[in-house]
């Protein structure tokens, strides 16, 4: 644990780059260790700071104890919403324990973007006290929609964390890395995600910042995302 903690921080110091799209294939919005027992609904928007747009929707559903499913709809709109572009993800989630999983998830372009991917997911949450936790996600993507044309697997992990305000709050500081193999010199990005969540009864609402600690010849944009998510 500790030798993951610090290989994460030495790479975060040595360089940064832009949030890489393996990050939106999720079917929940970006890595979640909440176990979801009843069926959920969710809805959201993100900006990127120009005429770009995407409008995530999404649907969980627990098929026993330790098993979950779920789908997800990108609506991107760009090009002052002229132009649209759709891809879904579709996943499933398996506990191990009440502090870990496995996830597969499916993407697919529905319309402009045909290009596919898959990816495995290995996630767990370790409580260093009663209010703070550290939650890890370990990464691996295949064909062309996650690993580009050059590459062959892409893989990635992810640091969250967290300090819990009673049951209500929390706050989260995402550490994000990624990486391909076949292109490695051109594809290593990080990025430093803030985000702050609220429990309201069965509503939670939670807000996404992207620092966008980059380097110029990649992706550089920045996005701030508001997402809604209701158990029914």
Known sequence: ?????????????????????????????????????????????????????????NFIGSVSKDFEIGGKLDVYTYDEMKHSQLTFDVGGKYYLNSTSFLEVDGYFGLNRNNASAVVATYGFEKFIAKNFSSFYELRAGFLDGVTGEDGYVKFSSSMIPTLYFGKPFRTMIEIIMSESVGNLQDDFMIDIIPKFELSLGSIRLRLDFDLGIMQEKNNDQKTIALYAMMAL
């Open 1 to 57: 644990m500790k030798r993951l903690v610090a290989l994460l921080l030495a790479l975060l110091a040595s360089s940064a780059f832009a949030l890489d799209p393996i990050w939106n294939m999720h079917y929940t919005f970006g890595p979640d260790s909440k176990h979801t027992t009843k069926f959920n609904l969710g809805a959201g928007v993100k900006s990127y700071f120009n005429n770009n747009i995407l409008i995530p929707i």
